[in-house]
């Protein structure tokens, strides 16, 4: 693709790196096959290549965002498919994120749309805040669902009937390894993950210690700052992105890490791109390149360490009660798309002893996609519908994924029990039985 920056504008690194990408652009459409977007409304502007459009055009004139851009832009799920299928290497990812930032700092949303998202991107980085509004939402649930529609209506929705209790193991702390120690990782606990499904990170405590891996909670780590980073709220995203490489370096400097394990694939994207984000700033540039090349999802590090088949993990539990085989592996878009593993959570699953099966249009998102399901809920309920009916073609017992958004939004929609991978592991190699399949 052509372009026409001043050399002024391209004095700017983010301009540059934008220049760059744009450049590698040759409009050819693979990207709008994969697009969910595209695929839902066939609007030009909708695909990525219509969306490449509208930010040459912002960017090269150095004008404010307009209405158009932005709506265009919030459409945009972040699922990243368009660079699975880009037969150029287009980075998507770094050219829309450079663009909401754009857009965060130059057009005016209308106030209500401001608000909920100042609201939104205060409340669920932060867990106590978070677990506060969730209790009022599911406690006047019954209620306000009579009268919200919308946006509000989709808050309401998506919050849990009942909260789990917060759990001891996302504390800083450290958990030794069982038998002979293998190696040391550290834990993103993370935030909404910790107050929607504290099990999880239970779990993979469990395994990981289980294998003969020390795992480390490290103090100052919160939020990844995948969530305000993806809405173009940069300052906030740098402020959490730091204090995780603080907090991980501490670590790293101290007793070391193999590796830092992440278990919401949404967050390891972000996580593994912190090196990319922080590029241009001396002082944190080298420590997050060195985060980046240790992060790991959960799935990527036990195939690294050789799965299953060791022996502090015990033998393969076949005399499980009742045990659902047929699983229906949902992909999240940021562990395909994003991370692209692809193989090693099925390879997993199917090592421990499950049925697994691929869901049908699988590169296509569920729709959940960070705050995505509660700003564009009609859009995000006709992606969730079309993952279920695919799903419940295939008649599974389970539905795997490895994110915690992906669990809450399809959810949502099936009385199937959605289960996050390391769950599985952990109850096929002699943890508790997830209490979803209770």
Known sequence: ????????????????????????????????????????????????????????????????ATEQVSKHLDRCLSC?????????????????????THVEETYQRP????????????????????????????????????????????????????????????????????????????????????VLAPSINEATVRLLTRL????????GVGCCGSLVHHMGKEHAADQQVKAAITGWSAEIEGEGLDAIITNASGCGTTVKDYGFMLRNDPAWADKAVKVSGLARDITEYLTEIGGLEIDQAGPIDQSRSDPAQIVAYH???SIQHGQKITKEPKMLLQNAGFEVRDVPEGHLCCGSAGTYNIMQPE????????????????????????????????????????????????????????????
């Open 1 to 64: 693709m052509q372009t026409n920056f001043s050399l002024a504008q391209l004095a700017d690194p983010n301009i540059a790196e934008a220049e760059d990408i744009l450049r590698k652009c040759v409009h050819c459409g693979f990207c709008t096959a994969t697009c969910p977007t595209y695929v839902l409304l066939g609007d030009e502007l909708d695909s990525p290549r219509g969306r490449i459009y509208l930010i040459k055009g912002m960017l090269e004139g150095d004008e404010d």
């Open 331 to 333: 992909a999240p878009c």
């Open 111 to 194: 106030l209500f749309e401001r608000s909920l998202r100042n609201l939104l991107s205060f409340v669920i980085p932060r867990p106590f805040w978070f677990r506060a509004a969730l209790n009022m939402a599911s406690l006047s649930a019954p209620v306000m669902r009579r009268f919200l529609k919308g946006r509000l209506r989709a808050l309401i929705d998506l919050a849990p009937k009942t909260m789990p209790a917060a759990s001891v193991v996302d504390q800083p702390q450290t958990f030794a390894a069982q038998g002979t120690k293998r190696g040391r990782v550290a834990l993103l606990s993370g935030c909404a993950q910790t």
């Open 80 to 100: 990243l498919s368009c660079m699975t299928t880009c037969p150029s290497g287009v980075n998507y990812m770094h050219l829309v994120d450079h663009a909401r």
């Open 379 to 438: 859009l995000a309920g006709k992606l969730r519908d079309r993952k279920i009916k695919n799903i419940q073609s295939l008649s599974p017992d389970i539905i795997a994924t490895g994110n915690i958004g992906c669990q809450c939004q399809i959810s949502g929609g099936t009385d199937i029990p959605v289960v996050h991978n390391v769950e599985l592991l952990d109850w096929a190699t002699g943890g508790p039985k997830p209490e979803g399949l209770n």
């Open 212 to 219: 003969g891996i020390e795992v480390v909670i490290a103090k």
